[in-house]
C-alpha cells in the first residue's frame, strides 16, 4: 500500500491543534486501507452508478462552438456534465465516498462545511442514504444567498447550523467546523468538501473527484480520438479542477486551466484568487497553500458572486501545479461571470453554476489557438436564479 501525500512541493502538511492528529491519522489509514479494498471500491461504484448517476455525460457543445468559432479558425468545447449527477454537482463523489468511509470507521456523525450549498445538500444527501447524523455549518450571508439549498439540506434531514463570524461565508462556516470536530472528535467525521485541508484531505478529495477526469479522458478519446487542447475548470479550493485536472497531468500537451474569481477586479482587493494573482504561502485551515493575507499575515477577506468561489485560499496542489508551470491560473469578474451565465443558457439551453460560469467565460471570451476544448461543467445554476436575478433583473435576462 503506497502513503497518502503530504505534502505538494512546500504546501500541504497538517497544522492543526494536537488533538486532532489521532483523527487524521486514523482517517488516512482507512483510506490507505480501503481505497484498495474491493469490497469498499464496489460499494462506491455502485452507488455512483446507481444513486449518483455516473459516468456523467460528455456532452458537444454546438452552439458554443459556433460562438468561438471563425472562417479561419473552428474549435469545438465540450463539457463534462457533472450538473447531471444526482444533487446536481460534482461534490456527491466527495460526499458519498467520504460517507462510507466515515461508516467503516464506526463514526455514525458527520460535519460538513458548505459555501454555495452544493456540498453541504451532498452531505446531507449521503447520510440520509446511510442513516447517518449529519450537521452542515454555513455562513449567514451564504444562506442568505443560496436560500433553495438550506431548504433541500432541511428536507433531508441535516442541521443546518448559521454561522456569524467573519463575513458569514466559507472561510468562517470552515472555521467553525473545524471547531466542532476538536469538540467532537471521537464520534464525528468531518466530510470537507474540497482539496484543501490538512493531510490527507487534499490528496482523498483528490482521488474521490479524480472520476471526473478518468471518464473525460475516455469519452473524449472516443469521440474525437484525441485528447483536448485545453482542460478549463473553475477553482476555489478547487475540488472540481483537480479531480479533472489529475487524468491529463501526464499529458503535456493538455493545458490545465484554472479559472478564479477576480470579483469586482483584481486591483479592487475584492476578489477570490490567490493562485493569480500570486498569493504568498500561508497556513489555512490545516494547510499550507496559496492563501490571501494582508503584511501581518492575517487571512484577508474573499469576494465572488458566486458562494463558492468566495474563498481566500486555494487547494496546495493547485499552488505546486502552477509553480510547477503545469498549470496556468488567471481569474474572472463577477460581470463576466454573469455575462457567460446568460450567454451559456440562452445558447445551450443548460443553466450553469455561477462557479462554472467562470470558467465558460474564459473559454468563451479568451482569444485561443484552441481547436478542441474541455470545460468542466461543476454544477448547475438553480441555487443562483435569485442572485442573477436581483444583479442583473428580469430585462437584462
Excluded at 479522458?217 to 487542447?229: K, S, V
Aim: charged letters at 25%; aromatic letters at 6%; a negative charge.
Amino acid at each position: 500500500m503506497t502513503a497518502v501525500e503530504h505534502r505538494f512541493g512546500p504546501y500541504g502538511g497538517q497544522y492543526v491543534p494536537e488533538t486532532l492528529m489521532p483523527a487524521l491519522a486514523e482517517l488516512e489509514q482507512a483510506w490507505v486501507v480501503a481505497r484498495d479494498d474491493p469490497g469498499y471500491l464496489e460499494e462506491l461504484q455502485e452507488l455512483l452508478r446507481d444513486f449518483a448517476g455516473r459516468p456523467s455525460r460528455l456532452y458537444r457543445a454546438r452552439r458554443l462552438s459556433e460562438y468561438v468559432s471563425g472562417p479561419a479558425h473552428a474549435r469545438t468545447i465540450y463539457l463534462k456534465r457533472e450538473d447531471l449527477n444526482h444533487t446536481g454537482s460534482h461534490k456527491v463523489n466527495n460526499a458519498i465516498g467520504q460517507a462510507l468511509l466515515a461508516q467503516r470507521m464506526g463514526k455514525r456523525r458527520i460535519i460538513a462545511e458548505t459555501g454555495a450549498g452544493q456540498h453541504g445538500v451532498a452531505s446531507a444527501t449521503a447520510c440520509a442514504l446511510l442513516g447517518m447524523e449529519c450537521v452542515v455549518f454555513m455562513g449567514t450571508e451564504d444562506i442568505r444567498r443560496q436560500r433553495p439549498n438550506v431548504e433541500r439540506m432541511q428536507l433531508l434531514g441535516a442541521r443546518v447550523h448559521p454561522v456569524e463570524a467573519g463575513s458569514g461565508t466559507l472561510k468562517d462556516a470552515t472555521s467553525e467546523a473545524i471547531r466542532d470536530w476538536v469538540t467532537n472528535v471521537e464520534s464525528t467525521h468531518y466530510i470537507i468538501g474540497s482539496a484543501v485541508g490538512p493531510a490527507p484531505y487534499p490528496s482523498l478529495v483528490r482521488d474521490l473527484q479524480r472520476v471526473i477526469g478518468d471518464e473525460a479522458r475516455a469519452q473524449i478519446l472516443e469521440r474525437e480520438g484525441r485528447l483536448p487542447d485545453r482542460v478549463i475548470a473553475c477553482v476555489g479550493g478547487g475540488s472540481n479542477a483537480i479531480g479533472i485536472f489529475t487524468a491529463f497531468v501526464g499529458d503535456p500537451d493538455v493545458e490545465l486551466i484554472g479559472v478564479e474569481a477576480a470579483g469586482d477586479g483584481l486591483d479592487s482587493g475584492r476578489h477570490g484568487a490567490p493562485l493569480t494573482v500570486g498569493g504568498q504561502s500561508g497556513v489555512l485551515h490545516g494547510s499550507m497553500s496559496a492563501v490571501m493575507q494582508d503584511a501581518e499575515g492575517q487571512i484577508t477577506e474573499a469576494h465572488s458572486i458566486s458562494a463558492g468561489l468566495d474563498y481566500p485560499g486555494s487547494g496546495p496542489e493547485h499552488a505546486h501545479l502552477r509553480d510547477l508551470g503545469r498549470a496556468r491560473y488567471v481569474a474572472v469578474t463577477d460581470v463576466d461571470a454573469l455575462r457567460a451565465f446568460t450567454t451559456v443558457t440562452k445558447l445551450e439551453g443548460i443553466i450553469p453554476a455561477l462557479e462554472t460560469a467562470h470558467a465558460f467565460h474564459f473559454a468563451l471570451e479568451e482569444p485561443s489557438t484552441s481547436t478542441l476544448d474541455l470545460v468542466c461543467l461543476s454544477g448547475r445554476g438553480d441555487k443562483d436564479l435569485a442572485q442573477v436575478l436581483e444583479r442583473l433583473g428580469a430585462e437584462e435576462l
